[in-house]
Structure formats: C-alpha cells, structure tokens
C-alpha cells in the first residue's frame, strides 16, 4: 500500500486553464505538506496544514489554493496556470511537527503548462 | 534564513570505491538534520535524521554524521544500486517544521 499517494502523477495543460493535484495519506498522520521542486531540482515548500489547519503559506501566489477536507486529504488547486507553474508538485506527511517526527514524500506529480 | 549548501553537485564513482558527501549548514537552532534518497521520476525516500552534534546513524552501506556546522553522509563500498540524487534538509527552531533542502548531490556509482 502507498502510504502518500498523489494524483495524477502526469499532468499536461495549457496556460490559463485551472487544475487539481490530489494527495491521501493513510499513515494515520496529523501534518501534510505541499513542497514544489523546480526545473533546477529544488525542493521548497509551499503549504503545511496540521489537522486541517494552514500552518505555513510560503509566499506562493494566491492562484495556489490548497484544501484539506480532512487530515488525510490535502489538495492543491492552481488557478489561471502559467509556464512558470511548470515543476514537480510532492505531497508529504508527518506524524505531527516536532522533533522526531519523519516527513514522508509521495510519488509527484509533473505538471507541465503548454 | 536557514541555508543548505551540499558538495560536490555530482560525484561518480567505481564499484567499491568509498567516498563522502558534504552538507553544510547555517540554522537559528537546529531540531534535525535529514537526508533523503531520490531515484529519476521518484519522491524523496527519507534516510536519516540527526539531531545533535556527535551523532552517527548507519544503514547497510551509508552512515550519516553530523558536527555543529555540517553533516557527511559516507558511503562504504558502493553498488550501482547506491546511484542516486541524495538530498540533505534541515529543520530549525521557529521554522513551524518545515524542511530547507540543499541542491543535492548526483551519485553515479558504475560497475
């Protein structure tokens, strides 16, 4: 069983369009995390929730709008996409924060803006 | 701001020929010190955590150390299988955890 499974893996559009990237973790974690790496391979983060709450917004743009209907879910909706949206999009969870807690990466999602 | 700097960006090595990789580090209050194995197409696969100065942690061929200023992850008698892009974060206090990776660094080990 994938214990942070992300969809779709590939995904291909054109610039304007709005698109979802969904995330289910089934660790049992509190904490979820949006981290993007670009085209030079590094990984920053974006969004944090723990328990459904926004803990860290990291100076993304606001067509960036994460969701996280419960603690197993958190998605990321982008509206209006643009070329420089174009990266490798990673779901992560933890346990809770805090030391000793491991964060635990998904598969990724390509998203590629045409 | 925390800041993570890994060297060198690439390293290729024979079969068996054991080697280092550096992570440097400048954090308000270090809570961990992570590395992370990533495969072409894959996540992150986590590794290690490290917490305090003198600490080391092994697993199979790789062991992690870790000073107040940076970390080596040693690699002993590679495999092909040991190639990958290994990736070192670090966690500090007030961060509300979460992780600043450095660049990585591209193993090659060839047969």
């Known amino acids: 069983d994938t214990a942070v499974s992300q969809t779709p893996k590939y995904l291909v559009t054109q610039m304007g369009n709005d698109k979802s990237i969904k995330c289910e973790q089934n660790l049992g974690h509190d904490t979820m995390y949006w981290y993007k790496q670009d085209s030079k391979k590094f990984l920053k983060i974006m969004f944090s929730?723990?328990?459904?709450?926004?803990?860290i917004n990291e100076t993304v743009p606001n067509r960036f709008s994460p969701k996280s209907p419960d603690k197993a879910h958190l998605n990321l909706h982008i509206n209006s996409l643009e070329l420089g949206d174009s990266a490798v999009y990673f779901c992560?969870?933890?346990?809770?924060?805090?030391?000793?807690?491991?964060?635990?990466f998904g598969e990724g999602s390509w998203l590629t803006v045409v | 701001e925390d800041q993570v700097t890994q060297s060198p960006e690439a390293l290729r090595l024979q079969e068996g020929e054991s080697s280092s990789l550096n992570c440097s580090y400048t954090v308000s209050g270090l809570r961990g010190l992570f590395w992370y194995r990533q495969d072409p197409g894959k996540g992150p696969e986590f590794l290690f955590t490290l917490y305090s100065a003198g600490e080391e942690k092994e697993k199979e061929r790789l062991k992690a150390t870790l000073t107040k200023k940076e970390s080596f992850l040693h690699i002993t008698a590679p495999k092909p299988e040991d190639s990958a892009t290994y990736l070192c974060?670090?966690?500090?206090?007030?961060?509300?955890?979460?992780?600043?990776f450095g660049k990585g660094t591209l193993l090659t080990v060839n047969p």
């Open positions: 974060a670090v966690i500090s206090g007030g961060s509300n955890y979460k992780l600043t």
């Open positions: 992560a969870s933890s346990q809770r924060t805090g030391p000793g807690n491991t964060i635990y």
């Open positions: 929730y723990n328990n459904k709450e926004l803990i």
